[in-house]
């Protein structure tokens, strides 16, 4: 292992390496006081990322474009601008230099799978058969008419969002499919204009200083071109897990679309792409994954909190993935359960879990696996869900949730950034568009930024770890064996220099034998506390309950 060369391959720009920070705008800091989150808000807290704060290479903003946000801005009706309620253009360019100015990454949230619906191709191609739009989404004539007269959906596809996936339009007298909402149609990939207007947007934002993309659902951009009838399923437990997604996803010719996207990203060095994979499937991820094109998957995002799945869901991600293709490494986003939350609440029922403690361990293993890290914003104080009454929720599908559509109400892990212990955690001055944490006023970053055993300081010591460690940054990995079925212990290794991160995942402790699991001497560098356990003369290292601890060789 520590002979192994760094495998970041030639090309791949340096912050692949690193870790990207996902701000969801809406919910990150109100500069205006209009109790939504904006652009200048951003701005205003780029600190939070410099020597005081987390040290990372990258901000990925959720979409930041005009959207009557009724998939709160996954929705988009110009992905040329700026949404005003998130800022002006140049509240935009400004973000983009500053950013640059502290070596910060900027990465937009590309939405290219659908339009909103009030977006002026959708307006004009549901006016008519007729002009240049009219083939821009996916139209189709009913397959037949029922007794009463109504028209019948051209295949069974349904939404993901739960309910049909076919609206009918009487001014075409035709309907247009929808994965997400009535209002989210999506676009027609295979119509050359559709394609070639895209690749325009995306040459805008580059020009712009952009350096990378996510890209929301990309494997679903092209479906069959027949539409045909997805093969039904026994079992699942919604209307979507019950069809074999075999013609509205993943289709044969998707790899070669998606190139021909990444050629116009690579035509600027040192840019870089984050697909994601709707999809559960590990393999598909690492099919798609090339070099600094990099693809999410789940695995380890759906793992209970227990050592054996997540050595299960490590083991999957090294076998397909394998030693050329470059993973990444995300424990929550926009659309789950708060890590904090889902892993506390996912714990062996025999014992009471300390939350922060496993939100610090959890840490550990973000910054310690193979892949690119990502950071939700709030994981870094150790934010966790909130309960959001119904009336006030702000999730769609949310409302349509009940036993043959079970749905995470997203609401909850999108509450405001708790910045201090003032009035609306000093997110905003005006009312908040979605209700604080009542935990801000203890769990904020002000007051976590003075103690040195909070969450955020664990952070801030791993990050600023990670920094100079480049086997962590992109070093194999080798999972060892640790003797205990509730510890994990893996290798990372890079050029001369190779770590053992060692995770336990009970609040209890436990002894390890390092000296015969990773033979040499080892000390612990940084972990979950503040003085991070090591190994003694007998090469034993004693871990704390819920201690995680990455340890560098101290000699031969
Ligand atoms: C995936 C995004 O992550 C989610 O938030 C969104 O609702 C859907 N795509 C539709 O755009």
């Keep these: 292992m520590t002979d192994q060369p760094s495998i970041s391959p030639g090309g791949a720009p340096d912050w692949r390496d690193g870790v990207i920070y996902q701000v969801y705008p809406r919910s990150f800091a109100d500069h205006d006081g209009n109790g939504v989150g904006d652009l200048s808000g951003i701005i205003d807290h780029l600190d939070h990322f410099g020597p005081e704060g987390l040290p ?18 996954y929705d988009v009706s110009d992905h040329t601008k700026v949404d005003p309620l998130l800022g002006a253009e140049a509240d935009f360019d400004r973000l983009v230099a500053e950013s640059h100015r502290r070596g910060i990454k900027v990465i937009l949230d590309l939405v290219m799978n659908h339009t909103s619906d009030e977006h002026p191709w959708f307006v004009a191609s549901r006016a008519s058969r007729e002009g240049p739009y009219a083939d821009f989404y996916l139209w189709r004539d009913p397959s037949g008419w029922d007794d009463e ?15 049909p996936g076919w609206e009918w339009v009487p001014a075409r007298r035709q309907f247009y499919y929808h994965t997400f909402l009535v209002g989210q149609p999506e676009l027609n990939w295979r119509n050359p204009a559709v394609e070639a207007a895209q690749w325009d947007m995306v040459r805008g934002w580059l020009a712009r200083g952009v350096d990378g993309f996510r890209l929301d659902v990309f494997n679903a951009f092209l479906k069959d071109p027949e539409l045909r009838s997805n093969p039904v399923l026994e079992g699942g437990n919604s209307p979507w897990n019950r069809l074999d997604h075999r013609y509205d996803l993943d289709q044969p010719d998707f790899p070669d679309l998606i190139e021909r996207f990444r050629a116009i990203v690579d035509e600027q060095p040192g840019r870089m792409t984050i697909g994601e994979l709707f999809s559960r499937e590990t393999a598909l991820a690492a099919k798609y994954a090339r070099d600094h094109h990099i693809v999410f998957d789940w695995s380890l995002m759906e793992s209970p ?10 083991d999957l991600r090294e076998e397909t993935f394998g030693p050329d293709r470059w993973p990444t490494m995300a424990l929550s986003n926009h659309d789950r359960e708060r890590q904090a939350t889902r892993l506390s609440t996912s714990v062996a029922r025999d014992r009471e879990p300390d939350r922060d403690a496993i939100a610090k361990a959890a840490a550990v293993v973000v910054f310690a696996v193979r892949g690119t890290a990502f950071l939700y914003y709030g994981e870094e104080i150790g934010m966790v869900d909130v309960d959001i009454p119904r009336e006030e929720i702000v999730d769609p599908p949310a409302l349509l949730a009940g036993p043959d559509f079970p749905w995470y109400d997203r609401s909850r892990c999108r509450t405001p950034m708790q910045w201090t ?12 568009w979605i209700r604080v944490a009542p935990d801000a006023h203890e769990r904020n970053v002000a007051r976590e930024a003075t103690d040195p055993d909070s969450v ?3 952070y801030r010591r791993l990050l600023a770890f990670r920094r100079t460690a480049g086997a962590l940054q992109r070093g194999l990995m080798r999972r060892l064996d640790s003797g205990d079925p509730d510890v994990l212990a893996w290798l990372r290794g890079s050029g001369d220099e190779a770590l053992l991160v060692v995770v336990s995942f009970v609040g209890e402790e436990r002894a390890i034998d390092v000296g015969s699991i990773a033979p040499g001497s080892w000390a612990g560098r940084v972990g979950t506390h503040r003085q991070p356990s090591t190994v003694d003369a007998g090469g034993v290292l004693r871990l704390r309950p819920d201690e995680a601890v990455i340890l560098a060789r101290t000699g031969a």
């Design 56 to 73: 990372i290479e990258a901000i990925w903003l959720s979409p930041i474009y005009p959207s009557p946000g009724r998939d709160l801005g």
């Design 456 to 458: 955020f300081a664990t």
């Design 421 to 432: 212990d003032g009035p609306h955690a000093g997110f905003t001055t005006g009312r908040p």
């Design 305 to 314: 909190w227990t050592a054996t799945a997540f050595a299960a869901a490590m």
């Design 149 to 163: 007269g109504q028209p019948r959906p051209p295949n069974n596809w349904v939404s993901f969002f739960g309910g």
